[in-house]
């Protein structure tokens, strides 16, 4: 989670909540001077899980290393972040995959089964962090 931060924008906080409780942070001033911002992620030590939340939503699990669904959201804000397309050709080369630019200005990603099949969230995640030279360390 703490390499996501790069992509996500979250400010990441090493204290822990239970339930669905917020953390218990600091009081304002210290918050500034420790640099939050939202959106905030947080350990929830009952569901042994990442929770991620901005100001005016609630909190939800957030696992891009395992769900396709949160690994679609670092791909969003991704691109969001780099609609100039500059990065497109890296991302693809870290996927594995071609890409083609068509008309109007529209990048085209090929894939074939067998990259599709294999692509994981985790793939994913990394191939997003390596284009932006995130330093990343191996899992255990």
């Not at 529209?106 to 599709?116: A, I």
């Amino acid at each position: 989670m703490r390499n996501c931060q790069h992509v996500m924008g979250c400010w990441v906080t090493d204290i822990t909540a239970k339930g669905y409780h917020d953390p218990e942070l600091p009081h304002w001033r210290e918050l500034v001077a420790l640099g939050f911002h939202w959106p905030l992620a947080y350990w929830n030590t009952d569901g042994e899980c990442w929770m991620i939340r901005d100001i005016a939503t609630d909190a939800e699990f957030f696992n891009p290393l395992h769900d396709f669904n949160d690994a679609w959201l670092v791909l969003k804000q991704f691109y969001e972040d780099h609609q100039d397309g500059e990065l497109v050709s890296p991302l693809a080369y870290h996927l594995g995959i071609t890409w083609y630019e068509q008309a109007y200005n529209s990048k085209v990603f090929q894939m074939n089964l067998e990259q599709l099949v294999n692509l994981t969230p985790e793939k994913l995640c990394i191939a997003i962090l390596k284009t932006l030279s995130v330093n990343i360390e191996a899992s255990k």
